[in-house]
């Protein structure tokens, strides 16, 4: 009879440390607007997802929500340039350490993940609380989840934007908050702020990513879980990446008195369109008109009648620019 129950117990051993190993590793991401993402974008954590995909590593992001922010404010959507990627997170458009929607330790428990990827901090300096407080926040982050789960890992995320205040304070103090945080079971790491992070060329407006900037941002997070054996380093050189958005409207164009009147779409996160034109009449090169329009039409006014004009457009999300040109209309002012 113990004989039996001691290869019953051997048996059921064996079944759950295989199920151990068979089971995907549960990463949680959790963060503000950098790491949610607005309509248009890939979002960094579609780079890490790629990245770990490549590495062929079995894994699970888990978390509330899979979807991107507006617009408007406080709406949200699914625009992503690829939805194809394992997309839940528990980030949040404005979120703060100071007033989380979901307690680190109720997701926690309810996700039970293997590793929590945190990236916030940003939104707490901007409001005006010290770096020193920001770094207690983040030290109440980290033993919030390792109450509810004493193993869990946690990676702390330097944050990017160095030129906002109190920014470089909370990135120095993040890695003695990491030593003193981990324990045996819990280990706690920083993934390093990208060292040539720069403001209009890796964000598209003073604080989030483009897309150049999410494939520097997925790499720093990639290398952190690498160092806790989930993945390899995140391949150099970085690829260079199209920017947002990928396409341009579809352009109409109508003659009016000296004047063209331009219409067009906007894909999904498109903020600002550039207008490209040429005289044709006199073989002129494209010209671009020296301000990015809002909207959705245009009047260029002040044509010689009688001209024929080219017109074309570029779709930009803030200071990102797609590549690719609209369809051209010709258009003669009446």
Known sequence: MIARLAGLLLVVAL????????????????????????????????????????????VDFVGPTDKLAGPPPGETNEDYTDPDFDRDHAARWGKRFADPDWPIGDLVEAYHPDVVVELLGVNDL???????QVLDEAGDFVS?????DPGVDVVLGQ???????GVPAYDDGLAALAERGST????????????????DVDTWDPAHPSAQGEVKIAASVADAL??????????????????????SGELTGAPAPGAAVL?????????????????????????????????TTFTDQGLPPGHTFDYRIQSGKGSQVS????????????
């Open 15 to 58: 079944l759950t440390a295989c199920g151990d190993d068979d089971r995907p590793v549960r990463v949680l991401i959790v963060g503000d607007s950098v790491t949610q993402g607005s309509a248009g974008d890939w979002t960094w954590r579609y780079r890490l997802w790629q990245h770990l995909e490549d590495d062929e590593v079995d």
């Open 126 to 132: 901007i409001t005006g609380i010290a770096p020193d």
């Open 144 to 148: 919030d989840a390792q109450a509810a």
């Open 159 to 165: 944050l990017s934007q160095s030129w906002i205040a």
């Open 184 to 199: 045996d079971d819990s280990r706690v790491v920083v993934a390093q702020a990208p060292a040539d992070y720069v403001e």
């Open 226 to 247: 690498a160092g806790l054996g989930i993945g390899d380093d995140y391949p150099r050189p970085l690829p260079a990446v199209e920017p947002v958005p990928l396409e």
């Open 263 to 295: 219409t067009w779409t906007l894909p999904p996160g498109a903020t600002t369109t550039i207008v490209w034109v040429r005289d044709v009449t006199t073989g002129e090169d494209w010209q671009r008109r020296p301000y990015g329009v809002a909207g």
């Open 323 to 334: 590549a690719d040109y609209s369809n051209v209309v010709q258009v003669t002012p009446s």
